[in-house]
Every structure is written in structure tokens, then in C-alpha cells.
């Protein structure tokens, strides 16, 4: 498969229109759907909440409460 890339400067800021060529519409097909796959595969990953901004979220939540470690020794009676 080859391409080109052309810039467009008309536009403010500049476009880039690339072309693609392939001999067969298959090969472009099969190129194109593996791209689509990695880019959709890609999206849900980032749409999942970081694992470092929850575990600081929960640290914040932390700070914020008090916690009685007195401990008391009674007996019953």
C-alpha cells in the first residue's frame, strides 16, 4: 500500500490530506479495519478510570477522616 501526504494551508490550522493507494480494495479494507480495531481498542482503555488517580482520590479520602487507635482495656464482670 503506498500514500501521500499533502498539507492544506488554506485552512487555519493547516489540514494534511493523505491518499492511499493499494492494488486491490481488499488490502485497503484489511488495512483500514486493523486501524479502526487498535484506535477502538485503544478508546475503551482510556475511558477506563486510571488506577493512580483513583488510589489518590482514596488517599485524599483518607486524610480527611479520624480515626480513633485508642484502645481500651475493660473487664466484664
Known sequence: MDYAVKKDRSA????Y???FKARDADALTAAFSEYTQKKVKKADRSERPS???KLAQFKELLKN?????????ELER
Open 12 to 15: 487555519s490550522p493547516p489540514k
Open 17 to 19: 490530506l493523505i491518499f
Open 51 to 53: 488506577v493512580l488517580a
Open 65 to 73: 477522616t479520624v480515626v480513633d487507635r485508642s484502645r481500651r482495656k
